[in-house]
Nanobody, 120 residues
Framework: QLQLVESGGGLVQPGGSLRLSCAAP????????NAWFRQVPGKERERIAC????????DYADSVKGRSTISRDNAKNTLWLQMDTLKPEDTAVYYC?????????????WGQGTQVTVSS
């Protein structure tokens, strides 16, 4: 029923790592680009990473560039976000999303989100 389901969030120490996953039950990831967003209360939802439908190109927000990697496994209908060197300011609810034809396009589907908390 749910188009996208995130998992892998949790509590980590500053400097630690997390690997988030997004599954697409009953759907397919390879037909559209997919992205990871994050949001904290009172702030606009921020797109932090996007990957093309075939995985051929990626794009990252400056806030996570160099310490995050978005990837996909279309055979498993799974999207990943590896985050390293986590900082307290990375604390947010992380959402995966299916986009239109381009990473700059509108969101078609949202996941429900998974909480990431970076704290000592």
């Amino acid at each position: 029923q749910l188009q996208l389901v995130e998992s892998g969030g949790g509590l980590v120490q500053p400097g630690g790592s997390l690997r988030l996953s997004c599954a697409a039950p009953g759907s397919t990831l390879d037909s559209r680009p997919n992205a990871w967003f994050r949001q904290v209360p009172g702030k606009e939802r921020e797109r932090i990473a996007c990957i093309s439908a075939n995985g051929g190109s990626t794009d990252y927000a400056d806030s996570v560039k160099g310490r995050s990697t978005i990837s996909r496994d279309n055979a498993k209908n799974t999207l990943w976000l590896q985050m390293d060197t986590l900082k307290p300011e990375d604390t947010a609810v992380y959402y995966c999303a299916k986009l239109s034809f381009y990473c700059s396009g509108p969101v078609i589907y949202w996941g429900q989100g998974t909480q990431v908390t970076v704290s000592s």
